[in-house]
């Protein structure tokens, strides 16, 4: 089975943040964290300015293999440069201070190539 990407999703990149409170979160005051929130509000907009948007939030459930963190944000990117551009404001925003996080960055492509390579792998370890 071959699935396509259609031409508006090449070169289209994601990206999904997982995150957890830190000891920070719980301690700050209230005005600290209003502050946050309400800074990456202004920030989502300024993003959508560029093409990169919030696809959804939500609270991981638990599932098998399922990642240890508690909250997840999927982001769409025109491109590998507002991907990175979308991260550099998160650095900057202070969130990684009240938050344990982890990202996954990735263009997204057809199942048939990735397949593809994931099984070049495999010819290369034998």
């Keep these: 089975m071959s699935i396509a990407i259609s031409e508006e999703m090449r070169n289209m990149h994601v990206v999904i943040e997982t995150w957890t409170p830190k000891p920070a979160f719980f301690a700050a005051d209230k005005e600290t964290l209003d502050n946050l929130f309400t800074g990456m509000q202004e920030a989502i907009k300024q993003l959508e300015e560029i093409g990169v948007v919030t696809l959804g939030w939500g609270r991981v459930e638990p599932a ?3 990642t240890s963190y508690e909250w997840f944000a999927i982001w769409q990117a025109p491109s590998r440069e507002g991907a990175d551009v979308f991260l550099g404001g998160v650095e900057s925003s202070g969130w990684y201070n009240y938050f344990e996080q ?10 048939d190539a990735v397949s593809a390579e994931v099984r070049a792998l495999e010819a290369e370890v034998k």
């Design 64 to 66: 098998p293999h399922s």
């Design 102 to 111: 982890t990202n996954l960055v990735g263009e997204l492509r057809s199942v």
